[in-house]
């Protein structure tokens, strides 16, 4: 699945939803599923564990983008469009520390 196919996916499940929610909440479901990814990492629980929070915050990303009426993969095509969005070079040669 592409990064269209799975906006797409997200919005026929959960549009009507979010909308109702608002993107205010949307956004703060978001940070929650941010942080219980976060907190999957630093436990460091199993890759099936990880794989699910990983998924979630994406699956949020894209309600937040629906919302906004952004289609995922023109923003990240248009932002970054193969390249280094700073040093414009793949892959990155930028010289900040890590």
Do not use: H
Not at 32 to 41: V, W
């Amino acid at each position: 699945m592409d990064t269209k196919e799975a906006q797409d996916m997200i919005r026929s499940i959960y549009l009507e939803r979010d909308r109702a929610r608002g993107l205010e909440r949307t956004l703060l479901r978001t940070f929650e599923e941010l942080g219980e990814l976060s907190d999957a990492i630093l436990r460091s629980k199993s890759r099936n564990e990880l794989s699910d929070e990983v998924a979630d915050v994406f699956a949020w990303v894209c309600s937040i983008a629906n919302l906004l009426d952004i289609d995922l993969s023109e923003a990240l095509y248009s932002k970054y469009s193969g390249v280094c969005s700073k040093c414009g070079k793949t892959p990155c040669e930028c010289t900040e520390a890590p």
